[in-house]
């Protein structure tokens, strides 16, 4: 159990990365948003996916990339929409 959190953190940490690669600009986020985004952007991927192919689809590297590039996106415009007066 412990070696299935540990891989998923380093796969989210892995896909996060990538996913904030493909943002244009900074993110302001740390290791911890990087992990989240990339499992939520995994998790996003694999939802609209079952959804459009149906339940015998399988997410991959590309699409959980543009899920948490997505996460990212979206992060970074609420943050900015924070830090307006």
Do not use: E, H, N
């Not at 940490?13 to 939520?40: K, V």
């Not at 609209?48 to 992060?75: H, K, M």
């Amino acid at each position: 159990m412990i070696s299935f959190i540990i891989s998923l953190a380093f796969s989210g940490l892995i896909i996060g990365a990538l996913g904030r690669l493909a943002i244009p600009g900074r993110q302001p986020m740390g290791c911890i948003g990087t992990i989240l985004a990339g499992l939520a952007g995994s998790f996003i991927a694999g939802i609209v996916g079952r959804l459009i192919f149906g339940s015998s689809y399988v997410p991959g590297i590309i699409a959980s990339i543009l899920g948490a590039a997505l996460v990212v996106w979206v992060v970074g415009k609420t943050r900015d929409r924070r830090s307006l007066p």
